[in-house]
């Protein structure tokens, strides 16, 4: 039992670890001035851990399901536009939190939606044929006592089935098809739209950081999102067309329900997404604080250097600009996140009365702050902490590749193809990125081949990013088979696709990202990032 005099703080216990032990630690740096294992907690690696924080802390209070249910019921379920709700759902999602995890979490409302339209068909079907068959047979009995040679009816009143029931199987095959396959593809594409969004773009950011030192932070949030958002919206209408055209045909008064009242079937999908959207119930504390977190992230992101005003990070730190990076108000909102209640709270005084001591040792028991929006448990659960050390790995595979010599020798191997126009070059090396990412897995396609490609820009004399962009894009391009990301095994598991349709689809999938990667470095990409000129940073690194 503790003694009276510490009794009070005790129970600021948690408050005064929470404060103290980073002060404790902060000489670490002055008495350890040796560079450790630095590849594997350099600046990306924060941005992505920060990143994934931030993401974790939106799967935990479920406010990426109240997102998802919302955009749904407002833009409606017409066959059309309910598969165009889930694509944009899960692609914006995406961009945020990991694509397993929006996938994991989209598929069971698309499940229960086909569900529900099922049941709600066949209920309605049942009914057409029961009224069908008494009208029939009334018919018929009327025709056979008129007409003795007619036809008989047959003893149990049946009457042939429908041969247009088993078309209607057929095509409710093919929606449950293309429904569960656009939201793998939409949340692999949404992934390609952020910097934190998927592993290869932050393979990128660091490949650039680690060879190009000096590169004046060329790869930010901002010029990212300018770059790769108009790329996945197109990417996004262009499968969702595809995928319309391929599972549902493009039968507009249908699709779209042009001049047509919603039948029952929609009526029940709209009716699920709305039982859903009634189990979350109004927003909580926690929820409205992570969504303010994560506006207050993004609007951080953006406006920390946006390129055409001076942004916050030199205004507030003038000479200090460079070591304000993305990864920065990352690792800020992620602190405030184990430090922001959960619930609201209700600060107790400091109470020096010590007559009760029943009372006395269960304020003890009571902790200083309410629990925190997100606690260490479910981040050390939740963090895939193997892609961590695999973006780590692969920073200092780059890093060992450069002071060995072996990037400038495999950049002079490939001298020859400075003949081959830069936009045919681009185009060949995304095809085979997009091949290559369908048998290995996204972040180690890119950790092996952007060194490559870099090496191959310096000998022949392009911008290093006209080359490194497509690259990383394409690593993500994993559309034709289930093992080829996981978004595809988790749509593949609920067996209503074989491999033999993933592959039709993903084929052209495949086509279609490496036309919109070609077109978008070719268009704006050009003036974004100077694509046409060779940049002197990446020239002095080549002559160290």
Known sequence: MAPTCLRPLLRYRSFAILFFTPLLLLPLP??????????????????????????????????????????????????????????????????WISNTATTAMMV?????????????????TMMEQATGQTNTVIELQEKNVSDPTSVQVISNGQVPDDPRSSEEKKMKKRICKGMTLCVCYAASIGGTATLTGTGPNMVLKGQMNQLYPNNNDIVNFASWFGFAFPNMILMLVLAW???????????????????????????????????EMKKLGPIS????????????LVLLWFSRHPGFVKGWASRLFPDGEKYITDSVPAVFIALLLFI???????????????????????????????????DWNVVQRKMPWSIVLLLGG??????????????????????PLGSIPPWAIATVLSLIIAVFTECTSNVATATLFLPVFSSMAESVKIHPLYVMLPGTLSASFAFMLPVATPPNAIVFSYGHIRVLDM????????????????????????????LDTFPTWA??????
Request: proline share 5%; with cysteine; aromatic share 10%.
């Open 539 to 544: 020239n002095s690194t080549t002559n160290q």
């Open 394 to 415: 692969g920073f200092a595979l780059a890093d060992a590749s450069a002071n060995s010599g072996l990037s400038a020798w495999l950049g002079h191997q490939m001298t």
């Open 241 to 275: 067309l595809w995928l319309q055209c391929s599972f549902m045909g493009l039968n507009f008064k249908k699709s779209w329900g042009c001049g047509t009242e919603r039948t029952a079937k929609e009526k029940a999908a709209y009716n699920v997404l709305k039982a």
């Open 285 to 296: 504390y926690a929820e409205f604080n992570v969504l303010i977190m994560f506006v207050l």
């Open 30 to 95: 002055v008495t350890v001035p040796t560079r450790v294992c630095l590849q594997y907690l350099n600046d990306t690696n924060m941005l992505f851990v920060g990143g994934l924080i931030v993401a974790i802390s939106v799967e935990q209070w479920n406010l990426h399901k109240r997102i998802a249910l919302r955009v749904l019921l407002i833009l409606g379920v017409k066959p059309a536009l309910l598969m165009l709700g889930f694509m944009i759902v899960t692609a914006f999602l995406s961009m």
């Open 108 to 124: 069971p409302i698309v499940q229960a939606v086909l569900e529900q339209m099922d049941n709600t068909e066949y209920d309605v």
């Open 340 to 374: 922001l209640p959960a619930t609201k709270p209700k600060f107790v005084g400091w109470n020096s009365s010590m007559s009760d001591p029943e009372q006395t040792e269960e304020d003890i028991k009571k902790p200083f702050l309410p629990a925190p929006l997100l």
């Open 503 to 530: 592959v039709r689809s993903g084929i052209v999938m495949n086509i279609i990202g490496v036309f919109c990667v070609t077109l978008a470095i070719n268009t704006w990409g050009r003036p974004l990032f100077e």
